[in-house]
T-cell receptor
Framework: KNEVEQSPQNLTAQEGEFITINCSYS?????LHWLQQHPGGGIVSLFM???GKKKHGRLIATINIQEKHSSLHITASHPRDSAVYIC???????????????FGKGTRLHILP | KAGVTQTPRYLIKTRGQQVTLSCSPI?????VSWYQQTPGQGLQFLFE???????NKGNFPGRFSGRQFSNSRSEMNVSTLELGDSALYLC???FGTGVHNEQFFGPGTRLTVL
């Protein structure tokens, strides 16, 4: 079982719909990152959060530490939101061990005009 | 501020050769992390350098190595290339350590091993 699981793997929606992408993890984390990757490979960091909720424009990210779950929401979706969204967790492993970052497999979002 | 830059953007090598990739971070950032992305495995963490020292390392063989210079620029080297090393290699910079801070990604170097 992967330490970071995302759902759904693929999502197609109509322009204007409310989008939710989920991320569950099974390890203790120091931070959770939401990334966006467009065709061609460029990655943009959308959010980094360790508790609560963050909002930027039409994007909202929430995290529930007790349930080890995070969601990324897109309101009023637009075709330009079409991309792969990747959840990643930072894991602090103690003074004698390397920290690491673990990625989910990504959610491919396609917004139809 | 200029973003993270990576050179070269595309590279074709043959099995057994070695390759060096370069990453210039955002000015003032002290951490550079390297990642490998393949269709099968997705994104995987290679290693992180902070102030010229390797801080964290992922689960990759010793053929993958790196270094960081005093100006925070970083290089990644892969020796004895294998077909499975074909991938998009991304670097990211951050002010603090990348695992626990917001990272800014470069455009990547696409390596093809023939």
């Amino acid at each position: 079982k992967n330490e970071v699981e995302q759902s759904p793997q693929n999502l197609t929606a109509q322009e204007g719909e409310f989008i939710t992408i989920n991320c569950s993890y099974s390890v203790g984390i120091s931070a959770l990152h939401w990334l966006q990757q467009h065709p061609g490979g460029g990655i943009v960091s959308l959010f980094m959060l360790s508790s609560g909720k963050k909002k930027h424009g039409r994007l909202i990210a929430t995290i529930n530490i007790q349930e080890k779950h995070s969601s990324l929401h897109i309101t009023a979706s637009h075709p330009r939101d079409s991309a792969v969204y990747i959840c990643a967790v930072g894991v602090h492993r103690g003074e004698d061990r390397d920290d690491k970052i673990i990625f989910g497999k990504g959610t491919r979002l396609h917004i139809l005009p | 501020k200029a973003g993270v830059t990576q050179t070269p953007r595309y590279l074709i090598k043959t099995r057994g050769q070695q390759v060096t990739l370069s990453c210039s971070p955002i000015s003032g950032h002290r951490s550079v992390s390297w990642y490998q992305q393949t269709p099968g495995q997705g994104l995987q963490f290679l290693f992180e350098y902070f102030s010229e020292t390797q801080r964290n390392k992922g689960n990759f063989p010793g053929r993958f190595s790196g270094r960081q210079f005093s100006n925070s620029r970083s290089e990644m080297n892969v020796s004895t290339l294998e077909l499975g090393d074909s991938a998009l290699y991304l670097c990211a910079s951050s002010f603090g350590t990348g695992v626990h801070n917001e990272q800014f990604f470069g455009p990547g170097t696409r390596l093809t091993v023939l």
